[in-house]
């Protein structure tokens, strides 16, 4: 069962990873390191979806979602 999650977790990390890496090719995203971009993103995602009954109690789920999607994007995008 666990080998299962941690498979998981590889692929889902693998996915963001391969997106970052793509994003710093193309010089949209800043030159930062793409396994750790991606786990964080994995993690936030883990996070929200384990307390979304929490968040919901305190903000607006929709605006949350957004604030962490800028605050994450803030991070990657280069600056035009």
Known sequence: MRSNVLGTVADVTNFF???????IRQQV??????????LQIM??????????REIKEVVNLDEYIK???????SGLLEKS
Do not use: C, S
């Open 67 to 73: 604030y962490q999607t800028q605050a994450t994007l």
């Open 43 to 52: 993690f936030n995602a883990h996070a929200l979806t384990l307390h979304t």
């Open 17 to 23: 990873e391969n997106i970052v890496e793509d994003g």
């Open 29 to 38: 995203f800043k030159k930062v390191p793409p396994r750790m971009a991606a």
